[in-house]
Nanobody, 128 residues
């Protein structure tokens, strides 16, 4: 079992920045990959970013490349996403997720169905 708790959401103006955090507990944090997804009403959950268990490999959705940065601190059992140059279309509920499947090498999935555990979500609202 893995428990995930997101924090850091809020209201920000377009062009601003936010950093989301996700604290994990329950299993050895460095043994699994982590991802961030987001969802708006009536739409499917969208991939934002993912990071391998070691932090060596990172992946980004096309809509956030160059603006968002995912990172993790295995000593603190926490994954982050730094969001810069925010746009109104970034408004969504953001979820962190854990994929406990073992992958050889340094890999993280970009597919939401590969993730086993999810946080409760944190709202990010970007005003124009």
């Amino acid at each position: 079992q893995v428990q995930l708790v997101e924090s850091g959401g809020g209201l920000v103006q377009a062009g601003g920045s936010l950093r989301l955090s996700c604290a994990a507990s329950g299993r050895t944090f460095s043994s699994y990959a982590m991802g961030w997804f987001r969802q708006t009403p009536g739409k499917e959950r969208e991939f934002v970013a993912a990071i391998s268990r070691s932090g060596q490999s990172t992946y980004y959705g096309d809509s956030v490349k160059g603006r968002f940065t995912i990172s993790r601190d295995n000593a603190k059992n926490t994954v982050y996403v730094q969001m810069n140059s925010l746009k109104p279309e970034d408004t969504a509920v953001y979820y962190c997720a854990a994929d406990v499947t073992y992958y050889s090498g340094s890999y993280a999935s970009t597919k939401r169905f590969d993730y086993d555990y999810w946080g409760q979500g944190t709202q990010v609202t970007v005003s124009s």
